[in-house]
C-alpha cells in the first residue's frame, strides 16, 4: 500500500512537471485562441466526466447536444458576442427538459431529479470557465489567471502537505476522510505566501488589504470546491472522476477548486 501510494505521488509531480511548461506557454505567451481552445475542451471533457460520475440522461442526445453549447458559448465568448451566453444557458435547459420530457414522458421525483443533473452539469463546468475567458479579455488578464492558478495550485498543495504532516481534526470526515482543518489552515496560509511573491515579481497589484482578503476567499472557495466534488464522487461510490490525468485522475478533479473560486475573480475585477 505505502509503495502504490508512493508512485501515485510521483505520477502527480510527473504530470505536473509536464503541464506546468505548457500551461504557462498557453496562457502567457501563446495565441489567445489556443487559451480559449483549452478552456473550451477542459469544459468539455469536465462535463462529459460529470455525466459520466452521475449517469444523467443515459442519452447520447443529451450528451452531444449539450457538449456543441458547450463548444458555442466559448465561441461567442471569443468573438466578443457575450449577448448570446443567456440564450446558450436557457438552451441547457430547454434541450435538456425537452429530451426527457418527450423519452421519459412517464411522472415521477426520478424524472425531476435527472432533468436537473441534466441542466447543472454543463452550468457547473461551463459558466466558471467562461468567466476565466473574460477575465483573459482584460488589462493584464492573463497575468490574472496565473495569479488564480498560484493561488488555488499553492492552496491544493499546501493543504496536502500539512495536512500529511499535522493533520489530526478531521475537516469533512463523511465527504472526504483524509482532509484535515490542519491542512486547510495550511493551505491558506500557502495561498498568502505564494500570492505575496507572485505580486512582489508580477508587480499585478499592490499588496493591500483587499488582496489579502481575495487571496484568503479564493483560497477557501477553491477547499470548497474540491470537497464539493468529492461530495458527488462519494455519492456515487466513484473515486475519480476519469483517468485522463496519471496520478490526478480526471479534468473534474483537477479544477474542481478553480470552479468555485473563479467567480470570485470575475467579481472582484467587475468591480475595480
Known amino acids: 500500500m ?54 444523467t440522461g443515459g442519452s447520447r442526445f443529451i450528451l452531444y447536444g449539450n457538449s456543441f453549447l458547450i463548444f458555442l458559448l466559448f465561441a461567442v465568448i471569443y468573438i466578443r458576442q457575450v449577448m448570446f451566453v443567456p440564450i446558450i444557458t436557457v438552451l441547457w435547459v430547454f434541450l435538456s427538459m425537452g429530451y426527457l420530457m418527450m423519452h421519459k414522458p412517464t411522472p415521477g421525483k426520478e424524472l425531476t431529479a435527472e432533468i436537473g443533473r441534466a441542466v447543472f452539469g454543463p452550468v457547473y463546468v461551463s459558466l466558471p470557465l467562461a468567466m476565466l475567458a473574460l477575465i483573459d479579455f482584460r488589462p493584464k488578464g492573463s497575468i490574472w489567471v496565473f495569479f488564480l492558478l498560484a493561488v488555488i495550485f499553492a492552496g491544493d498543495t499546501g493543504a496536502f502537505y500539512f495536512g500529511r504532516q499535522f493533520g489530526k481534526h478531521k475537516l469533512h470526515k463523511v465527504v472526504s476522510p483524509g482532509k484535515s482543518w490542519e491542512g486547510a489552515v495550511g493551505g491558506l496560509v500557502s495561498s498568502v505566501a505564494v500570492a505575496f ?6 508587480r499585478l497589484h499592490s499588496l493591500d488589504t483587499g488582496i489579502i482578503i481575495l487571496t484568503l476567499l479564493l483560497s477557501a472557495m477553491g477547499q470548497i470546491g474540491d470537497l464539493s466534488e ?43
Open 230 to 272: 468529492s461530495l458527488l464522487k462519494r455519492n456515487h461510490g466513484i473515486k475519480d472522476s476519469g483517468s485522463i490525468l496519471p496520478g490526478h485522475g480526471g479534468i473534474l478533479d483537477r479544477i474542481d477548486g478553480l470552479l468555485f473560486a473563479i467567480p470570485v475573480l470575475f467579481g472582484y475585477l467587475l468591480f475595480q
Open 197 to 202: 511573491l507572485f505580486l512582489l515579481v508580477s
Open 2 to 55: 505505502r509503495k502504490s501510494g508512493q508512485t501515485m505521488h510521483l505520477k502527480r509531480w510527473l504530470t505536473a512537471l509536464i503541464a506546468i511548461p505548457v500551461l504557462i506557454y498557453i496562457i502567457g505567451f501563446g495565441p489567445r485562441y489556443l487559451f480559449h481552445a483549452l478552456l473550451c475542451g477542459a469544459a468539455i471533457v469536465s462535463f462529459i466526466e460529470f455525466y459520466s460520475i452521475t449517469g
